[in-house]
Every structure is written in C-alpha cells, then in structure tokens.
C-alpha cells in the first residue's frame, strides 16, 4: 500500500520551468490606437496562496465508489419488495447525482407506491430523496451514517461528470444514453441552484501543462468525455491556451477555463433541511443483508448505498477508489483555483482544499503524511513559478 502512496506524484517537478518564457511580472495592454501593440508591467497577479504545513486545519480520506460498469440505476425485484438502485458513481457522484436521481425516480413513478424509504444519506440519496418529494412521495431515508461520515463529504465538489466513471472497455450505448440524460439534467438543476447561499459558484480554473497538452493522460483506463459526451455537450468553453500576456504563470503551457465548483458542507445542511422541511424523516439503521431490507413497512425502496452495495447486495464490481484531501485555512481574496501534475488546490469556503490522488483498492482511510507533503510542496511549486 505504501508503495502506491509513494508512487503519487512524482513527477511534481515542472518540465519546462527553463524555458524563458518567464519574462518578469504579469502585463497589461495599453491599447493606444494602431500603434499601441506593447506591453508595460504593472498589472497585479494572482493572489498567492499561503503554503505552510502550519495552516493545515484538516485532512480526510474519502472512498470513491467505483462500478467497473459504470453507476448501476435499476429495478431489481426481491422478495416482496421493488429496489430501485443507484449507487457506483466513482469520482462524479456530485456532478451526476441530480441527474441518476431523476432516472432512478422516473423508474419509482412506474411503481404506484407513494411511500418510498431511500436507504443512504449522502449526496445520492439525499438528491434522489428531494427529487421524490417534489414529485409528491412521502419518503423516509434509512441510514447508517450521516453528513460529515459519509464519502460525499469527503470529496473535492467540482464538475466532473466523467471522473472516474466507468472502464473504458464497458461503454455500451445504452450507458452513454443514461449517462448523457443524467449529465444534462445534473449541469441544468446545478445552474438553477446559482445563487443560493452559495452552493454552487463558477470559478476560473488554471491547468499548468508539462507540455502542450491541456488535459493529463493519466486515467487512460477509464472512460473519457471524448467516449460519452456527445457533440452538443458543450457545457461551458473548451480550456484556452494562455498566452504570455494573459497567464499568470512562468511557464509556458497554461490553459484557463471556467468550470462549477460545489461548497459541500452548506450543500448537504441546505438539502438535509429541505428534506426535513417537507415532511421526510431520518432513520438510523444498519442493513446487512438483503432480507434486512424486506423488513421495511415501505414496499419500493431507492438504494442508495454507494460503496456499502459492495456487501449488502454482493456486488463484486464495485471497488473502493481512495482520494485523500488537506485543507489549510480559508483565504477569502483567492478566487481562482489551479492544477498542476495531479495536484490542485480549490478555495472553498471550507478550507483551501488540496487533493489530487486516487489509490485503487485501498480501504484505509487514515491519511497519510507522505501525500499531505507532495500536496503542499505541489502547490509551493506552483506559487513559485506564478508570476509576481
Ligand atoms: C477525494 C474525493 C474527491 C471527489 N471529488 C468529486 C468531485 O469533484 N466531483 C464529483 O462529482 N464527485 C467527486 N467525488 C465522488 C463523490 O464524492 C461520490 O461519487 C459520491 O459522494 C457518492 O455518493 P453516495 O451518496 O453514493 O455515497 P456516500 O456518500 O458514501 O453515501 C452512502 C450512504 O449510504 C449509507 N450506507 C451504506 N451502506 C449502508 C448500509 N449497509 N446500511 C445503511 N446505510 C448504508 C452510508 O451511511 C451513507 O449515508 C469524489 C470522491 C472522493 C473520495
């Protein structure tokens, strides 16, 4: 296992630092008429952040919930009961989970069941269990954990829809529909969310290339937006190659792009409360076995157990995916976030959060001081090669 650890990030050291493309403090345009085509420098750069072992206030190791299938959103009769799954988002539950939940309660209208008990009260049940009540059900979520011990609070919180999603080899088309309708629905229901108590934001993102290539081809196993988007997914502007003018950095190869960032703990407290509000209850329990599960009053049940299906209903393609994250303490001017060879920092209202990893198979969740060190020594990296 440690030799796994140690194998994460590497390759922290920046190809192309030397390059002499750092040609002094950030610049602005001084557009006089035809002829004004120079530069002076005596524009402002980006807000740095405070990089110090120090200012680390926390730390977590979350399990993504990987399906080699992809997410599993179906019926599945058993005994006398009608389970609606959906669990086994991997690395994109948050981006998803509006989206699977809508599939999964269009599947529960079928049902004729007004009474419906969601097992699981992290980010997939509980937007599965809002979107029910809207539709007019009386749901009850039975669980075993509850915001902040439940994966999805332990996650970064950005759009990535595909992160970790799926194998590549186990496409089919009728993932890619689902999936696409599950995307689509998922970006909209955030947008809409814009505003409120700032659960959702937009934020600039900065990727500090090691070559010319704006996205890392790290994860080539697993499914790519090139193999599930499709042409009219445009979700927002593809990253744009800074030039020397425009980037904040040193180096060469930065690309920019605007991307939806999630504040987790305010997210899960708002839909917790709404949840509430509309009359849902919460129950604490453990299920252990599928016949626990036949003992509920309600005959139609959403499962929404994420990595917890692995046991309860025997599914050997799901896998822990381990992700560490720090976080330092907040700095309100930073307003951008930025990446760097598998390294990232994001300024959430919760922290300066640093993550980056992901080791395959690995339960534990204790975090380990090795990766916290590479998070922070990446991101002084990064300060340092930021143009002043
Ligand atoms: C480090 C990290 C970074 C991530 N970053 C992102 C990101 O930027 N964007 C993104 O979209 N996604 C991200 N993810 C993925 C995302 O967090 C998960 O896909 C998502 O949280 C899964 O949600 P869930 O509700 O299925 O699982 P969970 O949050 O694990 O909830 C499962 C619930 O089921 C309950 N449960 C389980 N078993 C039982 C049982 N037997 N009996 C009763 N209750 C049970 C649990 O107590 C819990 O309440 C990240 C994950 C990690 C770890």
């Known amino acids: 296992m ?20 750092g040609l002094g403090a950030c610049t602005r345009y001084i557009p006089t008429g035809s002829d004004g085509n120079f530069y002076i420098n005596s524009s402002k750069g980006l807000p740095k952040v405070n990089v110090s072992k120090k200012r680390v206030i926390k730390e ?24 609606v799954h959906n669990y086994g988002h991997g690395g994109s539950g948050w981006s998803l989970s509006w989206g699977t939940s809508k599939i999964a309660a ?18 997939i049940g509980l937007t599965t269990a809002r979107t029910l009540q809207d539709r007019g059900y009386n749901v009850t979520i039975y669980t075993k954990e509850v915001f902040p011990r439940v994966t999805s609070a332990m996650a970064t919180g950005t759009w990535s829809p595909t992160s970790r999603l ?4 186990n496409i089919t088309p009728a993932f890619t529909e689902m999936f696409q309708q599950a995307c689509s629905h998922s970006f ?9 108590n700032q659960m959702v934001n937009w934020m600039e993102n ?10 890392n081809n790290g994860h080539q196993k697993y499914a790519a937006k090139a193999q599930l988007f499709s042409h009219e997914m ?17 180096v060469k190869h930065v690309y920019k792009s605007p991307t939806t960032i999630f504040n987790i703990p305010i997210f899960m407290k708002m839909l917790r409360d709404d949840f509430l509000l509309a009359g849902g209850k919460i129950e604490f329990k453990t299920f252990n076995k599928p016949e626990d599960i036949d003992a509920l009053p309600q005959k139609c049940i959403a499962n929404c157990t994420g990595l917890g299906s ?18 330092l303490i907040p700095q309100p001017e930073l307003t951008y976030r930025a990446s760097m060879s598998g390294v990232y920092f994001i300024p959430r209202k919760d922290g300066i959060m640093l993550g980056g990893n992901g080791i395959e198979n690995n339960w534990d969740i204790t975090p380990d001081d090795e990766v916290t060190d590479r998070y922070l020594e990446g991101v002084a990296e990064m300060m340092k090669i930021m143009k002043s």
Do not use: W
């Not at 269009?106 to 980010?123: M, N, Q």
């Not at 799926?166 to 080899?169: D, G, Q, R, V």
């Not at 955030?190 to 409120?196: A, E, S, T």
């Open 2 to 21: 440690k030799n796994h650890r140690r194998d994460f990030i590497r390759k922290a050291t920046l190809v192309g630092l030397s390059t002499g493309l």
């Open 206 to 215: 900065y990727h500090i290339a090691s070559n010319d290539h704006s996205s």
């Open 106 to 123: 269009d599947i529960i209208d079928t049902l004729y069941s007004k009474e419906v008990a969601v097992i699981g009260c992290g980010i």
């Open 310 to 327: 692995l046991e309860l209903f025997g599914d050997e393609e799901m896998m822990p995916i381990s992700g560490q994250l720090c976080f």
């Open 166 to 169: 799926i194998l590549k080899e």
């Open 234 to 250: 445009n979700f927002y502007p593809s990253p744009n190659q800074l030039n020397h003018r425009d980037n904040p950095f040193k």
């Open 188 to 196: 909209n229901t955030f947008q809409r969310l814009l505003g409120i």
């Open 60 to 83: 977590s190791v979350g399990l993504r919930p990987f399906r080699k299938k992809g997410p599993r959103i179906e019926l599945q009769e058993l005994d006398n009961k009608k389970i």
